[in-house]
């Protein structure tokens, strides 16, 4: 029973941490009053990239720092649209993720022949932490996981710090509250939330990457399906700040270890597998009916700014 509990909390823990690059991406994106609906597509971009990029050099890492750039560049994409040209920035997030599909899919098959890569021999590697790696139990599957994991949590608290302890989180927010305000007190509102889209796609596509380098060894069509969208409920969950995030992040991962574990669980004999499958997706679905009333999104948030008006 001990094993399967330490299976379980590793598991979470291991399909919790690209939701929660991409929550904590989502997070600056709308806190600084634009809507990113396109974190879906820059997660199958990042995981694209660096599945391909680990397999042409051998070099995983190299992949991931790429996949963030992939990430990025989306990101300025979706930042031009809804900032410079005030577009819909819903319908410029799902143009993105369209475009991200369709061009990983055409690329998939324009390189590997298929619709999805060989597996990659040349993942990220776990990482041990001295010490706790050898606790009963909980020491391996806790404390000997992918290196992204340990970076989720870094990422937390770098963003907790950057969002509520340094002058420039302090003008995101303004920002997103109160854009007009912001800027009669000199904040260059469409900076900052250039900036902050563009760090969005980065840590999304980074997030992308953690599936494909370090949770499967490949890419397909189905590599993220759905995270993307998982990780906005789990910002929306989190109401909007790093440490909830990653609690609803850590919430969500549990639903999917369930499904990777479902089979070596007893009650498998009195549940339809499929159920295990869909429970990410219904926890969703629960999560945002019983919650989204109740949380309170920035006041600007999803609503071009135009500095002559």
């Known amino acids: 029973m001990l094993a399967i509990l330490a299976t379980l909390l590793?598991?979470?823990?291991?399909?919790a941490t690209p939701l929660t690059f991409a929550a904590l991406g989502g997070m600056f994106s709308e806190r600084s009053g634009v809507v990113n609906i396109g974190l879906e597509g820059m997660m199958t971009m990042g995981a694209f990239v660096a599945a391909v990029i680990s397999i042409a050099t051998g070099n995983p890492w190299l992949g991931l720092f790429l996949a963030g750039a992939a990430g990025g560049i989306l990101a300025l994409l979706h930042a031009v649209a809804s900032v410079t040209f005030r577009a819909d920035q819903v319908v410029s997030g799902v143009a993105i993720n369209f475009m991200a599909n369709g061009f990983?899919?055409?690329?998939?098959?324009?390189?590997?022949?298929?619709?999805q890569t060989p597996h990659i021999q040349t993942k990220l590697v776990k990482l041990a932490v001295p010490g706790l790696a050898k606790i009963p139990y909980f020491g391996e599957a806790l404390f000997n996981n992918y290196p992204t994991v340990y970076l989720a949590f870094i990422f937390t608290f770098a963003a907790w710090l950057v969002l509520y302890k340094t002058p420039f989180g302090l003008r995101v927010r303004a920002v997103g509250e109160h854009p007009l305000a912001a800027d009669t007190v000199g904040i260059n509102v469409f900076l900052i939330r250039y900036i902050c889209v563009i760090v969005s796609g980065?840590?999304?596509?980074?997030?992308?990457?953690?599936?494909?380098?370090?949770?499967?060894?490949?890419?397909?069509?189905?590599?993220?399906?759905?995270?993307?969208?998982?990780?906005l409920a789990a910002m929306i969950f989190g109401k909007w700040t790093p440490w909830g995030a990653l609690g609803a992040c850590i919430f969500f991962g549990a639903a999917n270890a369930l499904d990777a574990i479902g089979q070596s669980i007893g009650m498998i004999r009195y549940v339809n597998p499929a159920f295990f499958s869909m429970l990410p997706y219904l926890l969703t679905i629960i999560a945002l009916a019983g919650f989204i009333g109740r949380?309170?999104?920035p006041a600007a948030d999803g609503k071009p700014y135009d500095k002559g008006h």
Do not use: C
Request: proline letters at 0%; zero cysteines; charged letters at 5%.
């Open 10 to 15: 590793g598991n979470t823990l291991l399909y």
């Open 104 to 115: 990983s899919m055409f690329m998939l098959y324009k390189i590997f022949g298929g619709g």
């Open 202 to 231: 980065v840590l999304a596509g980074i997030g992308g990457a953690a599936v494909s380098i370090g949770i499967i060894a490949e890419f397909t069509e189905v590599t993220i399906a759905g995270q993307g969208f998982i990780a």
């Open 295 to 297: 949380a309170n999104a």
